[in-house]
């Protein structure tokens, strides 16, 4: 499986920006996958994920209503639609995805296959 994320910018608060995960090698419906981020000098924070083995789906509570995880089947893409971005969301966003039976969600960062990352960077 190879993850190629795009998407990533400096942006101010309040503004929305999509990211966008490329899969090859698999077909979305056979993975879980999701994203993940990590700002200097903090742990990694799992964000949203979906895994299409066994349905489960999970969103963090500092991004709920705000960030939403969604999958384009044709296009072997997922997407993370952010919208009243903060300076806190500020991180390296990772895609990772994994098609081990039983992957489910939350559970991205222990997905085996991921992305080289893009950066937001939110401020005014």
Not at 47 to 56: E, G, P
Not at 70 to 94: C, G, I, P, R, W
């Amino acid at each position: 499986v190879q993850l190629q994320a795009s998407g990533g910018g400096l942006v101010q608060p309040g503004e929305s920006l999509r990211l966008s995960c490329e899969v090859s090698g698999f077909t979305l419906d056979a993975l879980a996958i999701g994203w993940f981020r990590q700002a200097p000098g903090k742990e990694r924070e799992e964000i949203s994920c979906v895994s299409h083995r066994d349905r489960s789906r999970y969103n963090a509570q500092s991004v709920k209503g705000r960030f939403t995880i969604s999958v384009d089947n044709a296009k072997n893409t997922v997407f993370l639609q952010m919208s009243s971005l903060k300076s806190e969301d500020t991180a390296v966003y990772y895609c990772a995805a994994s098609y081990t039976i039983g992957s489910s969600c939350p559970g991205t960062l222990a997905f085996a296959h991921r992305g080289q990352g893009t950066q937001v960077t939110v401020s005014s």
